[in-house]
């Protein structure tokens, strides 16, 4: 099988990581030295926001009522959407209780971490969705405490919509602090927040590369890099759309691929033709993005058929993954790697980021080969449990203690040869690791 380019990329999606891991890791250093003190110097320096950090209830009301109904009503929407799809996934894990084998007893249990840290971008966009992505899906998962931080505006603060969004959701705190200063606060537990156990939400190389660091010490959803999206189209597909959708993707930022596979070289090239016309005919700053995206990272694929497609789009495993093409119930069971799957010309990737439900803070980069997305699951801990009676566990702790000696774990070995020696006095084991 042979894949041709007739567009293809000229950069990946990478940036300096070294240079980007030492400015990062310096400035975790330092926050953790100086708490909170420190952290609102570079909040000072970054942000360059010298408002509340913790917004007071007073502060949350002023902000929300400068929220335009209208808004209102869609941000409760979305959150009403992405609240009942997390329950959904939530119903999925219940608390497990097995006999092993008679009178062994062994469980499952899921077990909410207690304090979620929620970041918000509000840079290059105010990324109000994401504050209903990672706040509702905290607090639908049983979290104790959720805090949501989003970067202020120099002398506005956090968009009035995103403490809206974060406040209905169910956010116990939200902060006005951004970039790294921001993950440290909530990681170290400053200005009096609980320490998270959880960090999730999209964000700069320096907030994704923070997140890296931290890992260990705090969990987190995933490492993201810039996002990617690619469509699958075939012959049928509406050029006009394909490149429309293409294009909504490529203005999240200059180094955001998107990438058409089809196979039908007409289509192609038709949405190749029609894509400069509609960048040029965005607002300034989304033009930018999406024209230095287009030019640096874009590729259009021709492939010789639908399974070559799909072998393709598997290879790239891309963030979002569109479908434009017939008989979408095979593409439903043969696509294997992406981050959320969009079937259908009547849905498309907007839908997922704003408002349809499912999550939009998903695994880019390639991961999608092999993890998922934000959702419930990465709240809960799967934690197990044992019990047994005295004859339960009579032939596991002889298993254990030959196994243990074949390993050479005497003291394994011992905890089990004890305990058959108090329960079953009267009797003789064979023990050892031989034959």
């Known amino acids: 099988m042979t894949r041709e380019y007739l567009k293809k990329a000229t950069l990946t999606a990478t940036s300096d990581a070294s240079e980007t891991h030492e400015i990062v890791k310096k400035i975790l250093g330092d926050i953790e030295a ?10 000072k320096k970054f942000d360059r926001y010298e408002g509340s950090v913790l917004l007071t209830a007073e502060e949350i009301e002023a902000a929300c009522a400068q929220v335009p109904e209208k808004l209102k009503g869609d941000i409760r929407f979305a959150h009403d959407n992405v609240k009942r799809f997390a329950q959904a996934q939530k119903a999925t894990v219940s608390d497990v209780e097995l006999e092993i084998v008679p009178g062994l007893i062994a469980g499952q249990k899921a077990i909410p971490v207690d304090a979620a840290g929620c970041y918000v971008p509000g840079g290059r966009y105010s990324h109000i969705a994401s504050a209903i992505m990672t706040v509702t899906t905290a607090k639908v998962a049983g979290c104790g405490h959720i805090t949501a931080c989003s970067p202020p505006r120099p002398d506005q603060g956090i968009n009035p919509a995103i403490v809206y969004a974060a406040h209905i959701c169910g956010a116990n705190k939200i902060m ?52 990617d ?13 394909v490149a429309t959708d293409l294009v909504s993707q490529a ?6 691929p998107v990438w058409l596979v089809t196979d ?22 989304n033009r930018e993005n999406a024209f230095a995206a287009w ?13 070559e497609m799909a072998t393709c ?26 981050g959320s799957l969009f079937l259908g010309e009547e849905t498309t990737v907007s839908y997922g980021d704003k408002a349809s439900g499912t999550n939009h803070v998903l695994p880019t980069s390639g991961a999608a080969a092999y993890t998922g997305g934000l959702s419930v699951h990465k709240y809960m801990k799967i934690v197990t449990w044992q019990r047994a ?13 030959r196994i243990s000696r074949l390993e050479g774990m005497e003291g394994h070995a011992r905890a089990a040869d004890v305990r058959l020696a108090k329960y079953f006095p009267d009797e003789t084991f064979d023990l050892t690791a031989d034959g």
Not at 229 to 241: F, N, R, T
Not at 389 to 401: H, I, L, M, N, P
């Open 295 to 307: 030019r640096d990272y874009a590729e259009v694929i021709v492939c010789s058929d639908r399974e």
């Open 251 to 256: 203005e999240h930022g200059y180094n955001s």
């Open 313 to 338: 789009s598997d290879d790239y495993a891309p963030e979002h993954l569109t479908v434009q093409a017939d008989d979408l119930d095979w593409w439903l069971g043969r696509l294997t790697c992406y």
């Open 264 to 285: 039908d070289r007409a289509l192609a090239e038709t949405v190749m033709e029609m894509v400069p016309d509609l960048i040029a005919d965005l607002p300034d700053l």
């Open 176 to 227: 006005a602090m951004g970039g790294v200063q921001g993950v440290a606060a909530m990681t170290f537990g400053l200005f009096g927040l609980p320490k998270a156990n959880i960090l999730v939400g999209p964000g700069n190389q320096f907030v994704a590369e923070a997140k890296r660091i931290l890992f260990g010490r705090v969990g987190i959803d995933m490492i993201a890099g810039p996002t």
């Open 389 to 401: 009676t005295r004859e339960g566990s009579k032939g596991v702790a002889q298993s254990t203690a």
């Open 34 to 43: 100086g708490g909170d003190a420190t952290a609102l110097e570079y909040a």
């Open 229 to 241: 999206s690619l469509i699958l189209a075939d012959k049928g597909a509406d050029p006009h759309i």
